[in-house]
């Protein structure tokens, strides 16, 4: 296995510089930490670059050597604390000419550039440069001819930082996510007085080139329609749009949610505005309106659990993509692809996008659409997923199929949003969708109704299970169970749930032999915030859990300002599962988490404890320490907090904090709100399908393997799996996957807070090529 090694400095000798560019997103900070971290752990001379390329430009103190300090306390900064600027002199050669002597008298060859297409289109005209202007400096006498060959090349890697999530090869760019928390919360609270009043809100999003902000938003909060600029909407859409309205109207709906994207433009390029749609409406249906722009609120706040992930592992990806490149590597950008670091050529990445835009400005609506859905996959998804949830389906064909959905296990956020997804998929495909209340405990007792299109709306948004939700396995039931199948004529089964839920698909497989009426289609999809399912990288819920973590961390953290040296040690939920204290260790900037799959011991726990010690006799005032709550039965919350209590003594003291349920808590964030409509729609999709394939003489009957899966995220791609082909992936006495995949993050946040530890790099990003027709089971943009 390739690994490196802190006793073996790789990067000893080189000079990294980076530097943040264009407009700010929330996540820039903890790239930048990353990057400084990671490029002293390979001992690299890291500094950063004040104002963007304009500090490159002026030079002087706006190049400052970094220090492991120097980047304390900034990961939970929205932002960009080293600045960030836009210079038109950085364009012309003369300023590129500064900004190459500047870098050569500090002996900077690599370069680690955070922004947006047009920042890292700069960065590879000066490399491509590089050589030459050199040559004129050594003309000018600004330096010695014998740094032409010591400064040879320029080496860079990107990271794009923008909001939107406009460029093409990621999945998700640094900032997106934060932007999405920032307008849920703005519309989560309008729907309220929206309600109260009957009103309809006109909301315009950011987004002048990429509709993702407006479109993602839309679907987390149910909104009624939506405007984007890569999908103009046909002629006439302003009849369809109010008749929808007034539909919903009639439905009993007190509110009408419309989200725009600033760019949105029509079939002939011209603006639709907020305030063109509210005239429209109070126009043609005479309903209170009101309009809302978000605007810069969007970039601002404390950036989420998924940005600061995100920008980590980025910015440790981009110091080894320094390292490993040589004069003739193209300068590359970091990406994110499913749960997967890759690296794209920077300029096949950045052509691609602005081949779209080109299609887009000429009208070329037609040709501009294949364009996105091969470069830009997020998008053209998500709007399929919004259709499919928008129409309204008062009278849709008749499938004479009959589905059940029910939640099985704990419950978690984002569960409503995937039944809601459902039920709706599943009457816009014409069947009758049933609704099972508390799981397969309800499910023997006959709580089992019809639900109807209505009766999910404004389930997006809220927390918890509305279905209700119990632990109850089938087995001890399964006669009660098949009576009730057989009694509501039940073709298919979806369910949303945990553990317990995986559990439940095996015992009805099982039962098959004896019961017919499990011979249906039957699909689970993963919703835990513990993250222990097998099959499945992600779970629904597991997001909103690490966001309430790293809110709390955060706050715990900040009240310790301006007080003594404080160590606080912290307890995670998940099981045996050590997701949630791993990842939301990294996200929150820990200096240790203990989990069950990392077994430690004595020895462990005081070489923390003295690792701490050090940290806090220099300029570190605070230390967290996380702890899975079944990580040792001998080694509780409470043992560790005394050890380091007693160990401190001197140095530090310490404090204890149980988190409990309120990680199951609250209303769900973007992503498992996202998450959950798209993996839910895709599942019902996948019902359909099969019911259509096993419908003979007039009944359903499916009793192969594969008739009976789970959903879930492996790497890049949505995948069922037949569940009886998960057993050999499972450990059934501690209710984990065997392998799991967010073990490889545990060292980085063993290198971000100064462990000496070695970090395997074998699954690191390798240099690929962007693809426009990607694998049609691919949808690694369900990662947002």
């Not at 080894?320 to 970091?334: D, F």
């Not at 989990?595 to 006799?617: C, G, R, S, Y």
């Not at 240099?767 to 691919?778: A, D, G, Q, T, Y």
């Amino acid at each position: 296995i390739k690994k490196i090694f802190f006793e073996n400095l790789s990067g000893a000798g080189k000079a990294i510089a980076v530097l943040t560019s264009g407009g700010d997103a929330q996540g820039m900070n903890a790239a930048v930490r990353a990057v400084v971290r990671m490029g002293l752990y390979v001992g690299a001379k890291v500094y950063f670059i004040h104002e963007g390329y304009q500090g490159m430009v002026d030079g002087g103190e706006n190049i400052e050597e970094a220090s492991w300090e120097s980047v304390s306390s900034m990961l939970q900064v929205g932002g960009t604390v080293i600045g960030s600027a836009r210079c038109k002199e950085f364009r012309s050669h003369e300023g590129r000419l500064k900004a190459a002597l500047n870098l050569v008298q500090q002996g900077i060859t690599n370069l680690c550039v955070i922004g947006g297409d047009g920042s890292l289109t700069g960065a590879n005209l000066f490399r491509e440069e590089w050589s030459g202007l050199l040559a004129e400096l050594v003309e000018q006498g600004s330096i010695e001819a014998d740094a032409v060959s010591k400064y040879s090349a320029l080496h860079i890697v990107g990271m794009v930082g923008s909001i939107d999530n406009d460029f093409c090869g990621t999945d998700m760019t640094i900032g997106t996510d934060s932007a999405l928390h920032r307008i849920i919360e703005v519309v989560d609270a309008i729907m309220t007085t929206a309600q109260s009043h009957q009103r309809t809100f006109v909301l315009e999003v950011m987004g002048r080139h990429c509709g993702y902000l407006a479109l993602v938003s839309a679907l987390a909060c149910g909104a009624d329609w939506v405007l984007i600029p890569e999908m103009p909407p046909e002629d006439g859409w302003e009849d369809k749009m109010c008749q929808k309205l007034s539909a919903n109207r009639a439905g009993m709906k007190r509110l009408n949610i419309l989200i725009v994207a600033e760019g949105a433009i029509d079939r002939s390029n011209r603006p639709i505005t907020t305030d063109y749609i509210k005239d429209l409406v109070v126009k043609c249906l005479g309903f209170d309106t009101r309009v809302t722009i978000l605007g810069h609120v969007q970039r601002g706040g404390t950036p989420s659990a998924f940005d600061r992930i995100l920008a980590s592992r980025m910015g440790v990806e981009a110091v080894l993509a320094l390292l490993e490149t040589t004069a003739n590597t193209p300068a590359c950008v970091v990406s994110l692809c499913g749960n997967q670091s890759v690296r794209l050529p920077l300029m096949e990445c950045v052509q691609m996008t602005q081949e779209v835009q080109r299609a887009m400005d000429g009208k070329r609506f037609e040709e501009a659409e294949p364009l996105i859905r091969s470069t830009l996959p997020p998008t053209t998804r998500n709007t399929h997923t919004f259709d499919a949830r928008s129409r309204v389906c008062f009278s849709a064909p008749q499938s004479n199929f009959n589905v059940a959905v029910l939640n099985v296990g704990a419950p978690a956020a984002g569960m409503n949003a995937a039944v809601r997804s459902a039920v709706r998929v599943g009457i816009s495909e014409g069947h009758k969708m049933f609704a099972v209340s508390d799981g397969f405990e309800g499910f023997y007792k006959g709580q089992i109704r019809e639900i109807k299109w209505a009766d999910v709306g404004g389930w997006t948004g809220q927390g918890g299970s509305l279905l209700g939700t119990k632990r109850t396995l089938p087995a001890k039931h399964v006669d009660k169970i098949a009576e009730q199948m057989r009694e509501h004529n039940i073709n298919a089964l979806l369910i949303v749930g945990g553990f317990e839920a995986f559990l439940s698909l095996l015992e009805l497989l099982t039962a098959r032999g004896k019961y017919d009426e499990f011979c249906v289609p039957m699909v689970m999809v993963p919703a835990t915030v513990s993250n222990n399912v097998p099959g499945s990288d992600l779970s629904i819920g597991a997001d909103t859990a690490l966001n309430a973590i790293t809110a709390t961390c955060d706050r715990i953290k900040q009240s310790a300002s301006g007080t003594k040296r404080r160590v606080f040690i912290i307890e995670t939920m998940g099981g045996y599962c050590g997701y949630l204290a791993s990842v939301g260790g990294l996200a929150a900037g820990a200096d240790a988490a203990y989990i069950f799959e990392e077994p430690f011991d004595i020895k462990d726990l005081q070489a923390n404890v003295e690792h701490l010690t050090e940290k806090m006799k220099t300029s570190i005032q605070r230390g967290l320490v996380l702890r899975n709550e079944n990580c040792n039965e001998n080694y509780t919350t409470d043992f560790i907090y005394q050890l380091y209590s007693e160990e401190g003594r001197g140095v530090f003291d310490s404090r204890k904090n149980v988190l409990g349920h309120m990680q199951q808590g609250g209303a769900p964030s973007p992503f498992d709100r996202n998450f959950g409509t798209k993996i839910s729609a895709k599942a019902m999709q996948w019902v359909t399908k099969k019911l259509v394939e096993t419908f003979r003489h007039g009944r359903v009957f499916a009793n192969t393997e594969d008739s009976c899966c789970l959903l879930g995220m492996r790497r890049r791609a949505l995948v069922f799996q037949p569940v009886v082909q998960l057993k050999g992936e499972t450990d059934f006495v501690h209710r984990i996957p065997k392998e799991q995949w967010w073990l490889k993050l545990r060292p980085l946040m063993k290198i971000l807070a100064k462990y000496k530890t070695s970090y395997d790099v074998s699954d690191s990003g390798q240099l690929e090529h962007v693809v426009r027709n990607r694998p049609k089971e691919s949808d690694a943009s369900v990662a947002m």
